[in-house]
């Protein structure tokens, strides 16, 4: 068995606790799965188990490949308040997240010509790539933003109050200083409202499969519906929050008397200054990255107004927007934990008090991005959720590095996988780290915890078009 896992239960595969371990690890994995799963990821897992006051185990998602610190895919709880917050285990992008737009259009709705002319539309709108900057002039707002998020917005007459409800957090995770955050930080607020590189996208997609229809129905989801997908984070802003901190975490290491397994996993006791002095920086950049996503689908809106018509783009609803990379005190197995999701979801199943008013019966969407060429899932999280601390995978997770993808796929095997699917970079090889075989199957991986009754499908989508940022 891989890296010294034995199997526990249909796609569950347990590392026993050993050496400096304070916690096993837990995998969840279809065997399928196993041949991408790395040993160097399971070495990461099991270095985050070493971490002082981690709790019950250190769980790997079916998406879960090697990461700075924590693999991505990577869960990790630590006692509240007495363990320690690491910022390697939150990741770089701070809050990279995805949000589902529906709208009133079917497929039959949109030609080929209308496809091209919104993706057009929407790049005239939204700056893609590294290092873009923002096109909207908010610099004096800037510091309600990172602590207020998208409630700010809302106070500025830039997105709708009823988005609220629809978004992780309703928008603002709490606790934002902007004074936590470095001038180096803070002179990278410029890139607001802008998409970024690398696995960022928006997708143009239709809806497959229903699963569940009743679920369906209420989260306005119909077969051959398109829908809009929106994936982002903090930017630049938040690549600088955690430099910073982790620098300085693994510096003040030996003060605390921690003893790093590895530097990615630099940390501090949560409530040491420097522990809370990252959880506000932090909140700033979860805020920025809502407020980011918020502001490209007000573009997106307009765009859809400019190509399809006002009407249409009166009939695009938010479904839900979820976060990846964050830290949050929550409750679970009936204590205070701080869990670290890293490239993953939070799951809560329906009835948990947590979900927002408007999704207490159903559970709130669960948004799984696969690659630019395969489908996207949207799902719910169920009662057995509980024992991921309500966490499941945020995607389908990496086979091939980027400097791998570049190397060995060839343009014609970029173009087989992307035939019939529009996209917005001319020279293949600017994207091609992206292709859909640099990553697992997302059916194998979503089916992984479905199987398992940690989720509920509830649909899956295609893509129809994709703006992928170069760099």
């Known amino acids: 068995m891989t890296a010294g896992l034995v199997k526990k239960e249909q796609n569950v595969y347990l590392l026993p606790q050993q050496g400096d371990m304070k916690v096993p690890c837990q995998v969840y994995l279809k065997a399928e799965l196993l041949p991408y799963l790395e040993e160097e990821a399971i070495e990461q897992l099991a270095d985050a188990a070493a971490l002082p006051g981690v709790y019950k185990y250190v769980l790997g998602m079916p998406d879960i490949h090697t990461g700075y610190g924590l693999p991505i895919g990577g869960v990790l709880a630590v006692c509240y308040p007495e363990g320690v917050v690491s910022a390697g285990a939150v990741g770089m992008d701070i809050n990279c997240g995805v949000r589902l737009l529906t709208t009133g259009l079917s497929r039959g709705d949109l030609g080929a010509r209308d496809i091209q002319q919104l993706l057009v539309a929407i790049e005239e709108l939204i700056p893609t790539g590294i290092g873009t900057q923002s096109r909207y002039k908010l610099d004096r707002h800037l510091k309600k933003i990172t602590e207020e998020g998208v409630p700010h917005l809302v106070k500025l007459g830039l997105a709708p109050e009823e988005d609220l409800e629809r978004i992780e957090e309703g928008g603002c995770l709490p606790g934002g200083d902007l004074a936590a955050c470095s001038k180096e930080a803070q002179a990278r607020m410029d890139q607001l409202s802008t998409l970024g590189g690398g696995n960022h996208f928006i997708e143009i997609s239709v809806v497959d499969q229903i699963f569940d229809k009743e679920t369906a129905a209420y989260f306005n989801l119909a077969p051959d519906q398109v829908v809009i997908m ?22 003040q290491a030996p003060q605390f008397g921690i003893k790093l397994p590895n530097r990615g996993l630099a940390c501090a006791p949560i409530q040491s200054d420097l522990g809370r002095s990252y959880l506000a920086a932090m909140a700033c950049a979860v805020n920025f990255a809502f407020a980011n996503r918020q502001l490209m689908t007000a573009d997106v809106i307009k765009a859809v107004a400019k190509v399809l018509g006002r009407g249409e783009a009166d009939q695009v609803r938010l479904l839900y927007d979820v976060a990846h990379n964050i830290a949050k005190k929550e409750h679970h197995f009936g204590r205070e934990l701080l869990i670290h999701r890293k490239g993953a979801t939070r799951a809560l199943p329906p009835g948990h008090k947590n979900n927002p008013r408007h999704y207490l019966d159903t559970g709130h969407p669960v948004l799984l991005p696969g690659s630019m060429g395969t489908h996207s899932y949207i799902a719910t999280g ?84 994709v703006i992928k940022g170069e760099g």
């Open 382 to 465: 169920l009662e057995r959720a509980q024992e991921t601390f309500c966490s499941v995978n945020h995607g389908a997770g990496r086979v091939l590095s980027r400097k791998a993808a570049r190397r060995s796929i060839t343009g014609r095997e970029f173009q087989e996988q992307m035939e019939g699917i529009h996209y917005n970079v001319s020279n293949y090889k600017r994207i091609v780290d992206e292709a859909p075989q640099a990553y697992k199957d997302i059916h194998l991986v979503v089916n992984t915890l479905a199987e398992i009754d940690i989720i509920n499908l509830v649909a899956n989508v295609r893509p129809l078009a």
């Open 230 to 251: 929106i994936h982002s984070g903090s930017r630049g802003f938040g690549h600088q929050i955690c430099q910073d901190y982790s620098r300085e975490m693994a510096k």
